[in-house]
């Protein structure tokens, strides 16, 4: 039997090859530069096969209007909520396509190696449909997998399934609507505004139902802090020296906006400045262990800590999933099986110079099965390290480290420790101080990312009286919030389901990429263009705006209900239609608003 093998990409292709063939593989030229085919030998369901191992380059096929509707000056562009589709090869990809035509016709069987993820199953379902159309009698399987490793891939091997049609017709869904919403208003905009501003005579003005939204996070949160303005407030500071240190104590008022009142109470502790401690207590604390790992906490924290791009930091897992360093990194699961192989994969690591003593003091007893989050896709595990690699730099050695000191911290202890927490009455105004110490630091040993900080306080008793050192009244002024780093945009879009966690990076990156926004010293700002649009569209007041989440993260919800099967593609599709045909012939109709507003800001 001679069965196809493809992958998603070359370098998945090479990698599933190896494992399979056992280092007997024969490297043949495929019609692609791009993508060989590979050819091994191998045991399947107790039959010898000839297998070819070959790959795509991501989608094989592209969607476009037909005919006229293809020309921007031709038609009008609300008539591409209607128009015609249809589906060709990407021009880019044809000898990647002839190459499996011929491959598929001496078939017998084809194993479907894309991303175990809803765009993966897409794409093999494009695959599949051009082996098909090469040889109508092909049986077509979908191996399903998590981790390049060689126990995962014969195992996928050895009981394929079917493909998820549910999937394919979510991305069928979301592929139809995000061409035709994003041509429809893309060619408005472009069109109407290249006329009015000569600084956007060449420019594309496009629309995304996610790049919007990801905008409108970037616009609301400059205009925040814009318009701030600050609020005067007034407190009381109690400090005491004790024991060579300084102990502050928290006014448990916090703040007040009134400075008479905060004088009068002030006076009062003036008046009668001994301070008696009310309580004195001490307990037991712990600050909890990380959950597992997930995409969007992957990318929030590539930002964070490891200075580096989400866009960066989601090519960078990707590049050491191929490698089967660390597992799938696409994934909502931040749950582990109680079945997963934990001393396995610790183990793995126990050779490392730098984290290997820790490994094994988890394997001595010290291993605490992690903690369950509430999210789980039922595709893929958390992230997690799957080999031990000595030979990295540069940014895979960042994110191969990040990923493991997580996990191996997620099978740690809590840290532990003591609280103590005094609380103090000075005429009847009452304040407040903390202390800690730190008994054992467990999971922070590894995972180096966090701090917590001992804060030792003197002794205190219930009861005890003492003199202030110092009792002032202060003035402060509210501060402005933040402008959005990194972290915080890609928590904003999480939360409120702009993109998918294997999507968000790239809504990101677009923004940037379309100058609707820049980056400055880590921060996001808006462009020109990119606050006019925003603002000018708030002013069409659009039942629901465009530049808001609601309507991107309905249109993902109906993406699940595809999924779960309870909606079909038509549905959401139509029902998508009528909603965004409606805001585009009111955006339409009063463009005039959107034009005044970005002409208050691109004009000289």
Not at 42 to 67: K, N, P, W
Not at 139 to 163: D, G, Y
């Amino acid at each position: 039997m001679r069965v196809l093998n493809v992958a998603e990409k070359p370098s998945l292709a090479r990698s599933i090859a190896q494992i399979l063939g056992g280092g007997e593989v024969q490297v043949l030229e495929g019609r692609s530069k791009y993508c060989k085919n590979f050819r091994f030998l191998y045991q399947l369901g107790g039959q010898r096969c000839e297998m070819i191992m070959t790959s795509v380059l991501g989608h094989l096929m592209e969607d476009d209007f037909a005919g006229e509707y293809r020309s921007w000056r031709s038609v009008s562009p609300q008539e591409l909520f209607d128009a015609p589709i249809s589906r060709i090869v990407n021009e880019k990809m044809k000898d990647v396509h002839r190459n499996l035509v011929e491959q598929a016709r001496q078939a017998d069987r084809l194993l479907l190696w894309t991303d175990c993820d809803r765009e993966g199953e897409n794409i093999a379902y494009e695959i599949s449909q051009v082996c098909r159309t090469a040889n109508r009698r092909i049986e077509v399987l979908r191996p399903r997998f998590s981790v390049i490793s060689a126990r995962e891939i014969h195992q996928a091997c050895a009981a394929p399934s079917q493909l998820d049609m549910q999937q394919v017709h979510a991305v069928e869904a979301r592929r139809e609507l995000d061409l035709r919403i994003g041509a429809a208003f893309t060619r408005l905009q472009t069109l109407r505004l290249q006329n009015r501003f000569p600084a956007l005579d060449k420019k594309i003005i496009s629309y995304g139902s996610c790049q919007f939204p990801t905008l409108g996070f970037v616009v609301d949160r400059f205009l925040r802090v814009e318009n701030f303005v600050p609020e005067p407030f007034w407190k009381i500071d109690v400090q005491l020296k004790r024991d060579d240190s300084t102990v502050a104590f928290l006014w448990r008022r916090v703040h007040l906006f009134d400075r008479l009142c905060c004088m009068v109470l002030y006076e009062a502790c003036v008046e009668q400045p001994r301070a008696t401690v009310t309580a004195a207590r001490s307990r037991p604390v712990s600050k909890r262990r990380p959950l597992p790992l997930t995409t969007v906490e992957l990318q929030k924290n590539a930002s964070r800590l490891l200075n580096m791009s989400s866009n960066d930091a989601m090519e960078t897992a990707e590049a050491l999933y191929i490698r089967g360093l660390i597992s799938y990194p696409r994934t909502e699961t931040d749950r582990f099986d109680t079945k997963f192989p934990f001393s396995q994969m610790i183990e793995k690591q126990a050779q490392d110079s730098t984290w290997g003593g820790f490994a094994q003091h988890l394997l001595g007893g010290g291993f605490r099965m992690p903690r369950q989050g509430t999210h789980d896709d039922r595709a893929h595990p958390p992230i997690h390290p799957t080999g031990h690699a000595s030979n990295l730099s540069g940014r895979e050695l960042k994110v191969f480290e990040f990923v493991t000191r997580r996990f191996l911290a997620c099978c740690a202890e809590d840290a532990r420790g003591r609280e103590t927490t005094v609380d103090v009455e000075i005429a009847g105004e009452r304040f407040w101080t903390k202390g800690l110490i730190v008994d054992a630091k467990n999971y922070l040993e590894i995972y180096t990312y966090e701090r917590w900080n001992a804060r030792l306080l003197p002794n205190f008793q219930q009861g005890e009286v003492f003199m202030p050192s110092v009792l002032n009244m202060q003035e402060g002024r509210t501060s402005a919030p933040n402008l959005l780093r990194e972290p915080d945009l890609i928590a904003l879009m999480d939360a409120n389901g702009i993109g998918t966690d294997a999507t968000i990076h790239e809504h990101i990156k677009k923004i940037l990429d379309r100058e609707y926004a820049f980056k400055q010293q880590g921060f996001f700002y808006p462009s020109t263009l990119g606050i006019g649009l925003a603002r000018g569209y708030d002013r069409i007041d659009l039942e629901q705006s465009l530049t808001k989440p609601l309507l991107r993260r309905k249109m993902e919800e109906n993406m699940q209900r595809i999924c779960a099967g309870n909606l079909s593609r038509t549905e959401v599709v139509q029902e998508s239609l009528d909603m965004y045909r409606l805001m585009y012939v009111k955006t339409d109709n009063n463009l005039n608003a959107l034009i005044q507003e970005l002409a208050r800001y691109l004009s000289p």
